[in-house]
């Protein structure tokens, strides 16, 4: 295996992994709207209705509200993924922690 086909099966793992968060997000957006509100205040309660755990919706309303790139919006996106990776790890840690 070449450094292209790592790289290239590296992107697809961690795209695979962003995609399997953002299902779980999609899955359960009323309890993560209230996080997303508090990243982005400058999202209405209107545009958190309508993106409704659309990713994309999500990017759209970002870079309408934030004047932002695509590319940006994106970025922020996957921070806050990440962000969230680390509150659940967190959280389980905890709960096993104290026998949950």
Same mark, same amino acid.
């Given at each position: =295996?070449? *450094?292209?086909? *790592?790289?290239?099966?590296?992107?697809?793992?961690?795209?695979?992994?962003?995609? =399997?968060?953002?299902?779980? *997000?999609?899955?359960?957006?009323?309890?993560?709207?209230?996080?997303?509100?508090?990243?982005?205040?400058?999202?209405? @309660?209107?545009?958190?209705?309508? *993106?409704?755990?659309?990713? @994309?919706?999500?990017?759209?309303?970002?870079?309408?509200?934030?004047? =932002?790139?695509?590319?940006?919006?994106?970025?922020?996106?996957?921070?806050?993924?990440?962000?969230?990776?680390?509150?659940?790890?967190? @959280?389980?840690?905890?709960?096993?922690?104290?026998?949950?």
């Amino acid at each position: =295996m070449n *450094i292209g086909q *790592i790289l290239l099966a590296d992107f697809h793992t961690k795209e695979k992994q962003s995609r =399997m968060n953002w299902d779980q *997000i999609e899955g359960k957006w009323k309890q993560f709207r209230g996080q997303a509100k508090q990243q982005w205040g400058n999202l209405t @309660d209107n545009d958190l209705e309508q *993106i409704n755990g659309k990713r @994309d919706e999500l990017l759209g309303r970002l870079q309408q509200r934030y004047g =932002m790139a695509r590319e940006d919006a994106q970025k922020k996106v996957d921070e806050w993924l990440k962000t969230l990776d680390r509150t659940s790890q967190t @959280d389980t840690s905890h709960q096993t922690a104290k026998g949950y």
